[in-house]
């Protein structure tokens, strides 16, 4: 079978620019992208390269200047913002790069939210969420609000919050940027395992060698441009 016809995710000739007072800046020129199911792509770049915004266009969270994202062959720019949350929601967990927990709920809550807005029993929410938690190691956090958490903690609850409803598609935008070095590789172990046994996608921003040498593939943005890195063990060590 065409592997391309096969695609989770794809990218046709994307493009994302903004105006500013010297001009069009284009911070994404022409990507074009496939990732298939069980793939582990890790992506790095300096900063304002544009590995934020690629993530958000991936996502939906973002529309491009040109160009279209495809998620299982569907073009995101035919959908209505129903169908895009809807997509989120059931095909998307999104790691990002400022957590975006809730303030106001415990940890437990924010892990348990997206399962909420989905409609799951309280049972499968209980049951998914301390599973959830327990994966990343924060199962006696669980009460915690985000402020009485440290950030490695905080972007572990973010973590959790991102797989509890196992998605197929993970975006992680710099997953264990707060994490020490025992925290960054259990997470990575945790993302091979659900890349090996559940086949789900992980696309993650980082600049973590750990990282990098478990991921099926290195991508570099640099100006505009999203190529495939050789030799990334002597180039990020
Ligand atoms: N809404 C916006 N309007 C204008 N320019 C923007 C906007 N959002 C992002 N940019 C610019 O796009 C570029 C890419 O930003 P982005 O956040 O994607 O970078 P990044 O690679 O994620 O950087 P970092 O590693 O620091 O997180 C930056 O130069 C930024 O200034
Ligand atoms: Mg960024």
């Not at 049951?127 to 938690?133: D, E, M």
């Not at 915690?144 to 609850?157: D, I, T, Y």
């Not at 040498?213 to 570099?220: F, G, L, T």
């Amino acid at each position: 079978m065409d592997k391309q016809n096969n695609a989770l995710l794809e990218t046709k000739n994307l493009v994302k620019s903004y105006p500013s007072s010297i001009g069009v800046t284009t911070v994404l020129d022409s990507i074009n992208f496939v990732a298939h199911e069980g793939n582990f792509i890790a992506v790095v770049g300096r900063s304002g390269s544009g590995k934020t915004t690629f993530l958000n266009m991936l996502a939906g969270l973002d529309t491009p200047t040109h160009g279209d994202v495809f998620i299982k062959g569907r073009n995101l720019s035919d959908m209505n913002d129903s169908e895009i949350t809807n997509m989120r929601r059931h095909m998307v967990g999104f790691v990002f790069q400022s957590f975006g927990l809730l303030p106001l709920l415990s940890a437990y809550e924010n892990v348990e939210l997206p399962l909420r807005i989905s409609g799951y029993s309280s049972q499968e929410r209980s049951s998914l969420t301390n599973q959830a938690l327990e994966t990343v190691g924060l199962e006696k956090r669980s009460s915690h609000r985000p402020f009485e958490l440290s950030g490695g903690e905080q972007k572990r609850v973010a973590i959790a919050r991102a797989i509890v409803g196992k998605p197929p598609l993970i975006l992680a935008d710099e997953p264990t940027g707060e994490l020490d070095s025992n925290n960054s590789k259990s997470i990575f172990g945790l993302f091979k395992e659900v890349v090996n046994n559940q086949k789900i996608t992980i696309i993650a921003v980082t600049h973590d060698s750990t990282l990098l040498s478990m991921a099926d593939d290195v991508m570099e943005l640099q100006t505009g441009k999203l190529e495939p890195v050789e030799n990334i063990g002597l180039r990020f060590r």
